[in-house]
Antibody, heavy 122, light 110 residues
Framework: QVQLQESGPGLVKPSETLSLTCTVS??????????WSWIRQPPGKGLEWIGY???????NYNSSLKSRVTISVDTSKNQFSLKLSSLTAADTAVYYC??????????????WGLGTLVSVSS | QSALAQPASVSGSPGQSITISCTGT?????????VSWYQQHPGKAPKLMIY???KRPSGVSNRFSGSKSGNTASLTISGLQAEDETDYYC??????????FGTGTKVTVL
């Protein structure tokens, strides 16, 4: 059973850069057909897909966040990370990391972390 | 990319069946059979309930079923139970290799 755990600061100042890490256990970030994703959810609102990365480093991002987002993978630590720059209060949300399984015949977000609340405030 | 459209709320009595719709476009729901549904209880991470339009992960009750017609996918919950009262989100792969979620539906058991 794959497990994911987010880690990072709970409070970040406006205009700064958020850095979150997701540690994967029970599976390898180098597994084929697996893409490592970030999703966020502002308080009381819906889910928003941020982006994903493969073990080889190929990535894709939500167009609305693309200019501020970088997702990277560290296969030696079995981790992947999110950086989101130029933060504003609108970036306050619970941030989830998740496993996106995509083969030629199937594609879904299977395993999710518990989520971590990030507040943007001075 | 715009969020997939879901009704804000759906309600039903215990034992009844309800259906939640998820309307997208030919650039997402209409293009692939990669529609999935997630159940989210307050303060918890989303849980995969249906994937690839109609497949159920191991351990998910067979009271949950999914379907798709054109640009609209649907989740049906039959034999509605009190524990089903929570939020549900659809999602879909898109033609530009991204993912998009639905706006979310709150299910109320009357």
């Amino acid at each position: 059973q794959v497990q994911l755990q987010e880690s990072g600061p709970g409070l970040v100042k406006p205009s700064e850069t958020l850095s979150l890490t997701c540690t994967v256990s029970g599976g390898s970030v180098s597994s084929g057909s697996n893409y490592w994703s970030w999703i966020r959810q502002p308080p009381g609102k819906g889910l928003e897909w941020i982006g994903y990365i493969s073990y080889s480093g190929s990535s894709n991002y939500n167009s609305s966040l693309k200019s501020r987002v970088t997702i990277s993978v560290d296969t030696s630590k079995n981790q992947f990370s999110l950086k989101l720059s130029s933060l504003t209060a609108a970036d306050t949300a619970v941030y989830y990391c998740a496993n996106l399984y995509c083969s030629r015949t199937s594609c879904y977000l299977g395993y999710w972390g518990l989520g971590t609340l990030v507040s943007v405030s001075s | 990319q715009s969020a997939l459209a879901q009704p804000a709320s759906v309600s039903g009595s215990p034992g009844q069946s309800i259906t939640i719709s998820c309307t997208g476009t030919s650039s997402d729901v209409g293009s692939y059979n990669y529609v999935s549904w997630y159940q989210q209880h307050p303060g918890k991470a989303p849980k995969l309930m249906i994937y690839d339009v109609s497949k159920r992960p191991s351990g998910v009750s067979n009271r949950f079923s999914g379907s798709k017609s054109g640009n609209t996918a649907s989740l049906t919950i039959s034999g509605l139970q009190a524990e089903d009262e929570t939020d549900y989100y659809c999602s879909s792969y898109t033609t530009i290799s991204t993912w998009v979620f639905g706006t979310g539906t709150k299910v109320t058991v009357l």
